[in-house]
Every structure is written in structure tokens, then in C-alpha cells.
């Protein structure tokens, strides 16, 4: 019964795909009878399926259908009969709406020929309001213009009767209101009208000012002003000394009250400063009053043809600046200070007057700068005064570091430029004069322990001594740039300091023990210590970073890495000058040592012959004493090292003693344990020459002297074994060999039992060819 139902269902399942085939295969049919034919296909699959059984579901599947396209036929026909209703409706609305826009077209075209015949009627109109308007306008700017000329003359009559009834200040008011004004006017296109304004604000301002200034004058004659020798203090006070006060402050108030129409009028600006300083304003008006007697006098005594005005003699006008500020300095605090105080004036007065006079000595050096830039010594001295001058500025008067000075006078280009080529000549010049000397090579204070601690020759330490000078020179420079210019210079000094070092060193390379290749060696170390703690020093720091972000254009291209290092300053700015002195310390080192081990090993010749394997046992000996042959072995390293502990400083004989340890270590290990045999009474005689003599010539150097030499210490414990130990070393030893290195667990490792003997540097396989040394006497 089943194969036949897989059979009727097989043929359904064909008929279905040969009606999908047939549909596929009609492809002159329209897209939409194929959609349709798919879209049943996929219904009867759905609903019946290849199930036999759901044929009973067909007949009320075609009920079902037949009901919905009953159902769809009513719809259609009741939309087919409503249709032609809409459709005349909406053609009835649309032949409304376009009878109402020809109407609206209609009335909007004349309605616009209406408003252009009014347009151009009333152009007429436009064009006569036009000139009206244009007419008001220009009367408006012609009424303002009256009205400031008004209130000019007006404030100008008032000005003129504030002075006629000598009332002051009334008068400063009107003038700062005309100042005003003026400043309101600074926008305006009125030329004529601003340069009225100002000149009659120039001429009531002038009328006032010399009023107060020759009032101010007075005052100040009555103090004495201007103090150009030291003041005296008088015994008593003169009588009208509060009167003389009240005037003083009542003028300095009124010309303070002046500023603003004294810098419009002299067109003041603030004063450009040069790079990393603020800009700084004008001087106050009556520290400018102040200034003139002062100001008469340096030009009557540094101008013209005067004896006074030297130019090999700038120390005299910049002393003469210096006299005036310390002699004025008290009247400043005491007396102005106040005043300015209660007058509100932010300022410090002996600071402002220090200003104007600084102005004074920037005029003259700007001058004569220029006329010595060819004459090196005049030169030299100008530059030395500047520093000092800057130097008693700010230390001794407190001037503010946030205000020029004149070292910007020597940061001009042209002369900047002079500076750096003269010093550089400068310091070869004593250079080569200072190696030339017959004491260039000697400490002048080899006689003093305590304090020659370097050892550094004259040369060396008058050479940093020069570098350390630049360095003070340049310190106090504001431009970051013109300080990385003298470390530039410096390094290139340093550099060929270092060139002239080898150079003698090569001469002196055939006598590497003499006293001046040791000189040599301690002054390239005395250079190397004291670049590293200048690499510390928070100065050279700061210009670390500053060579960060501008140093490329001065020292040249650093490179990513060594930029990294030094924005990180793990490096210094001396890092490739101290890698130079490094290899010329570790070259002559090298040298040093292989000429003592030379020596050592001649000497040692014989001592390395002995016939260590025939040597009296120690117990057929009295006592033991060092071996004859060692004798002049130990005499030449005791020489040579009390020697260079004399010549040598403390670091450089350490790294050399220590140096000499290991080479002698290796020598006498190799040269001579290695080379020969040993009985009991060699080896004792070995032990007893190194521990004894050899070892305790260092111990002054160091506390335990045998740890610098392991190998040969380590040699002699196992030479110096008993028998018995030392069959047993040598069964631990084959036994390791024999089970190629895999480690017996029941046994010691060879390394384990070496330890335990106190050996630690040699190797099991070191230890064995030692053992073989003193086959003689294992054998028995």
C-alpha cells in the first residue's frame, strides 16, 4: 500500500514541476501571467502540498476561492460605476479654478501697469527728498563739527581761566577732557578738525606743564635735587620743611594727572624691547622732569669734544649712571615713593628713574659700539664694562629682571658677531700661551694634599678657569640663542683643548710613565669631571632645553635621538665631548698599563722559571719567606705603584691599580701556573709568595685585595690541597665527565664541591688541568 502512495505522490510532485517548467519555458508570455502562474504554483504547494491525504482540503479550497472572487467582482463593479462620477467632478473643479487665475492674472497686470506709472511719478518726488535728505546730513556732520569746535573753544576759555585764577586743577580736568576728545577723535576722516584739537591741546598743555615743571623745579632745588655727590644728612630740618613736602606732593599729583595728555601729544609708544624681556610704558611725567638735569649733564660731559667723552673710557659714563642712581635712590624711596602710592601710580619710582637714566647709557653705547667693532682691545675693554655695569645693575640697585638693561646693545647682530670672534681669539691666545709655560704640566698645588685631590696640571685648570669665565660672561644674556652661541664656542674650544692633548700625548707616548703623560692623563680627566657636573648644573640645564626647540640652528642638527634624550635630559649638552675624553682617558690607560706589565713581566721572567716542581716541602723549611726569583718583580710593582699614586689623581689610580689586578691576575695564572709543575712545597711556596707579598702590596688600595685575583687565588687553593681532598675532587670530577653532564642526584655536582673549597671563578674543566700540575704526587 505504500508504493503506491510514493508513487501518487511522485506523480504529483512532477505534475507541479513540469507546471513550474512549463511557466519557466514560456518566455513569450507577459512578466505579469508568469508572476501570476508562479504565485499559483507556490498556493497549491502551500495548501496541498505532496500529501495524498490533504486532497480532501480541495474541495473546500475551491469554495473558499470562488467565495473571495465573488466578493472581488462586487468591488470592482462598484468602483467602475463611481469612477466616471469623480472624474466629471474633478474636471468641473479644474475648469473653476483656471477661469479664477485668468481673473487674478488680469487684475495683477494692471495692477503692476498702475504701480509703475506711480513709480515713475513719484521718482520725481524720491530724487527732490534724495537732496533734501543729503542736504540734512551734511548740515548734521557740519552741526557736529561746530558743536567740537565749541566745546573746544569753550573748554579752551576754560582752560584759559582756570589759569588766569591759577586753579590748577580745574585746568588738568579741562585738559584731560580735551584729551579726550582728541582720542574720540582718532577715527574721524576730519584732518583739519584733529590737527586743530591737537595743537590747541598741545598749547594749553605746554602752557601748563611748564608752570608745574618750573614749580616742580623749585621744589626740588629746595631738596637739593640733583644729587650728584653723596647726600649729607643736616642736622636739623628747615623750618618750612612741611610746606615744602605739601608743594612736592601737590605737584607730583597734578603732573601725574597730565600723563595722558603728555604721551598723546609726544605720540609715546612703549618702548620695543628686545627678545625675552616685556615691553615696558613710558616714564612718568615727573620722573621725566627729574631726569633733565641729569639728563644735561651726561650730555654736556659724554658728547662733543670733552675730555670726559673717551672712547677708550666707557667705565666713566657708566659710573657716572651708577653714582647718580645710588646718590637719588633714598629721595626716590622716602619721598616720591609715597606719593605715587597715594596717588594710586602702580610704579616704582627708584626703579623709573633707573629707567630714564639706563636711556642715557643706551644712547651712548648704542653710539660707540659701532666705532670699536675693529679694534679688538677696545673692544674687549667695552665688553667687560657693559657686564660689570649690567652686574651692579641688577644685584646692587635690584633692577628688575623683567626690564632691558644694555646687554641688548651687544646682542646686535654686527656687534654680537665681533663678540664671539674675539673671544674665540682671545682664548686661543692664552691657550697656546699657557701651554707654552714651563710649568704647564705641574699642579700648583702638588704640595697640598688635601686640596689636589684632581691633580690637575696648571694648563688644564687655567683652561676650565677660561671656559668658566665665558660662562659667567654669557650668563646673564636675555636671548637664549646668543647663550647657545657661546656653547657652541665653548665645546669648540673644548674640542681642540682636546686635539692639543693628543698631540702631546703622542709625543710623550714613548715614556708613558713620565710625569707629564701622567699630567696629560689627569688633565683630560680633570676636563671630563668637571663637563659632567657642569651637565648637572640647573643653568646648563635650562639651556638643555632651549637647545630643544632652537638649538638645531646653532649647534647644528641634532638628530631625532639625541633630540629625545636631551627633552628627556638623560643626556647633556657635553655628551659627545665627554665620549671624546673618555676614549683619550681609556687610550692612555691602556698605554700606561701595558708599559708597567711590560717591565713586570722582564722582571718576572725568572720567577716564572723556577722549578716549582722540586721545591722543599714546607715542613722541612725553619719559616717561609718570599721566593729571590719573585724579588724584583714585587720591587718594580711596588715602584711603579707608589709612583703613579703620586701622579696620578685618586680616580684615574684606582681605575689603573684595579686595571693592573686583572692583567696580573691573567699573567701569572697563564704564564706561570699553567705553564709549569708543582710539588707540595711549590705549591706552598706559590700560596705563601702570593698571599703574603703579592696580595698585600694592594691591600693599601682596598680591604680585600685577593678578590682581584680569583684566578690565581682559586689556582693556589687547589694546588695546596691535601691528598686526600684532592683525590676526591679529582673522582667527582671524572665521575661528572663520565656521565656527560647529566647530574647524579646521589653525588655532589662538580660545582657544589668546588664551591665548598672556596673556588668560584674556575671552571670544573680549569680545575682538572690544575690538578694535572701536580700529577707527581697524586700518583703515589
Given at each position: ?455 690637575a696640571p696648571d694648563c688644564a685648570e ?129 698605554r700606561l698599563l701595558d708599559a708597567v ?40 710593582l711596588r715602584d711603579h705603584l707608589l ?138
Amino acid at each position: 500500500m505504500a508504493a503506491p502512495m510514493m508513487a501518487h505522490n511522485n506523480h504529483i510532485s512532477n505534475d507541479l514541476s513540469h507546471l513550474k517548467r512549463t511557466d519557466s519555458s514560456n518566455s513569450e508570455s507577459p512578466s505579469e501571467d508568469g508572476n501570476i502562474t508562479e504565485d499559483v504554483v507556490e498556493f497549491v504547494q502551500k495548501e496541498i502540498g505532496g500529501d495524498l491525504k490533504s486532497l480532501k482540503k480541495v474541495s473546500g479550497l475551491l469554495e473558499k476561492l470562488t467565495l473571495e472572487n465573488k466578493q472581488l467582482e462586487e468591488q470592482v463593479l462598484t468602483v467602475s460605476s463611481s469612477v466616471p462620477l469623480r472624474v466629471s467632478a474633478a474636471l468641473s473643479t479644474a475648469e473653476e479654478s483656471r477661469v479664477k487665475l485668468e481673473s487674478l492674472l488680469e487684475k495683477e497686470r494692471l495692477l503692476s501697469n498702475t504701480l509703475q506709472q506711480h513709480l515713475q511719478g513719484s521718482q520725481v518726488w524720491a530724487d527732490s527728498i534724495g537732496q533734501v535728505l543729503g542736504q540734512l546730513d551734511t548740515l548734521e556732520r557740519h552741526m557736529k563739527y561746530l558743536q567740537c569746535l565749541a566745546r573746544i573753544e569753550e573748554l579752551s576759555d576754560r582752560i584759559q581761566q582756570y589759569l588766569m585764577t591759577n586753579s590748577v586743577w580745574e585746568a588738568v580736568g579741562a585738559i584731560d577732557s580735551m584729551a579726550s576728545l582728541d582720542m574720540g577723535l582718532r577715527e574721524s576722516g576730519c584732518s583739519h578738525l584733529q590737527a586743530f584739537i591737537r595743537e590747541t591741546l598741545r598749547f594749553w598743555h605746554k602752557i601748563l606743564k611748564d608752570k608745574l615743571s618750573s614749580d616742580f623745579e623749585e621744589v626740588l632745588t629746595q631738596f637739593h635735587w640733583p644729587f650728584i655727590s653723596p647726600p649729607t644728612q643736616t642736622l636739623s630740618p628747615p623750618a618750612n620743611a612741611q610746606e615744602i613736602n605739601s608743594q612736592l606732593e601737590l605737584l607730583v599729583s597734578q603732573l601725574l594727572s597730565l600723563q595722558t595728555s603728555d604721551d598723546l601729544i609726544s605720540e609715546k609708544k612703549e618702548i620695543p624691547s628686545h627678545p625675552g624681556q616685556s615691553q615696558t610704558p613710558p616714564l612718568s611725567l615727573p620722573i621725566q622732569i627729574m631726569l633733565l638735569p641729569l639728563s644735561k649733564r651726561f650730555r654736556y660731559h659724554f658728547t662733543g669734544n670733552r675730555q670726559t667723552n673717551n672712547l677708550t673710557k666707557p667705565e666713566w659714563y657708566l659710573t657716572q649712571v651708577l653714582i647718580w642712581m645710588g646718590n637719588s635712590s633714598n629721595f626716590m624711596d622716602e619721598k616720591i615713593q609715597p606719593i605715587l602710592d597715594r596717588a594710586g601710580n602702580k610704579v616704582n619710582a627708584r626703579v623709573e628713574l633707573c629707567r630714564g637714566l639706563l636711556t642715557l647709557a643706551q644712547e651712548k653705547l648704542a653710539q660707540d659700539a659701532p666705532r670699536l667693532l675693529y679694534d679688538d682691545a677696545l673692544f674687549c675693554h667695552l665688553v667687560d664694562e657693559v657686564l660689570q655695569f649690567e652686574k651692579e645693575l641688577r644685584s646692587t640697585h635690584s633692577y628688575p629682571r623683567a626690564y632691558p638693561g644694555v646687554l641688548h646693545i651687544l646682542l646686535e647682530e654686527t656687534v654680537f658677531q665681533k663678540w664671539l670672534s674675539v673671544e674665540r681669539k682671545m682664548a686661543v691666545e692664552k691657550v697656546d700661551a699657557m701651554l707654552s709655560t714651563e710649568g704647564a704640566w705641574s699642579s700648583q698645588y702638588k704640595d697640598i694634599t688635601d686640596v689636589d685631590e684632581l691633580k690637575a696640571p696648571d694648563c688644564a685648570e687655567t683652561f676650565m678657569t677660561l671656559l668658566l669665565v665665558i660662562t659667567e660672561r654669557y650668563r646673564s644674556l636675555p636671548c637664549p640663542r646668543a647663550q647657545l652661541s657661546f656653547l657652541a664656542l665653548q665645546k669648540e674650544l673644548v674640542d681642540d683643548f682636546r686635539i692639543r692633548l693628543t698631540q702631546v700625548m703622542k709625543e710623550e707616548s714613548r715614556q708613558p710613565l713620565s710625569p707629564r703623560y701622567c699630567a696629560i692623563l689627569n688633565a683630560a680627566n680633570y676636563i671630563s669631571t668637571v663637563l659632567s657636573d657642569w651637565g648637572d648644573n640647573i643653568f646648563f640645564l635650562q639651556l638643555q632645553q632651549a637647545a630643544v626647540s632652537v638649538g638645531e640652528e646653532i649647534l647644528g642638527p641634532l638628530g631625532a635621538t639625541e633630540t629625545g634624550r636631551l627633552a628627556s635630559l638623560e643626556g647633556s649638552l657635553f655628551e659627545a665631548l665627554l665620549a671624546l675624553l673618555e676614549r683619550l682617558r681609556g687610550d692612555m690607560l691602556g698605554r700606561l698599563l701595558d708599559a708597567v706589565m711590560r717591565e713586570v713581566k722582564e722582571k718576572a721572567q725568572s720567577y716564572c722559571k723556577d722549578r716549582w716542581i722540586s721545591l722543599p716541602s714546607q715542613n722541612d723549611q725553619a719559616t717561609m719567606s718570599l721566593s729571590s726569583s719573585a724579588c724584583p718583580m714585587m720591587l718594580c710593582l711596588r715602584d711603579h705603584l707608589l709612583q703613579l699614586q703620586q701622579m696620578l689623581c685618586l680616580p684615574l689610580f684606582q681605575m689603573f691599580w684595579q686595571g693592573l689586578t686583572e692583567r696580573l691576575d691573567c699573567f701569572i695564572y697563564e704564564d706561570l701556573i699553567l705553564y709549569n709543575h708543582f710539588n707540595e712545597g711549590g705549591a706552598a711556596q706559590l700560596q705563601y709568595d702570593m698571599t703574603r707579598n703579592l696580595f698585600p702590596l694592594f691591600g693599601h688600595y682596598c680591604k680585600r685585595p685577593e678578590n682581584f685575583f680569583k684566578h690565581v687565588k682559586e689556582a693556589c687553593i687547589i694546588l695546596t690541597l691535601k691528598v686526600g681532598p684532592a683525590l676526591l675532587l679529582c673522582d667527582v670530577l671524572k665521575q661528572s665527565e663520565e656521565d656527560d653532564g647529566l647530574l647524579n642526584h646521589q653525588q655532589s655536582s662538580p660545582e657544589s664541591a668546588l664551591n665548598e673549597l672556596g673556588v668560584y671563578k674556575l671552571a670544573p674543566s680549569d680545575v682538572q688541568i690544575l690538578l694535572n700540575l701536580r700529577s707527581a704526587w697524586l700518583n703515589q
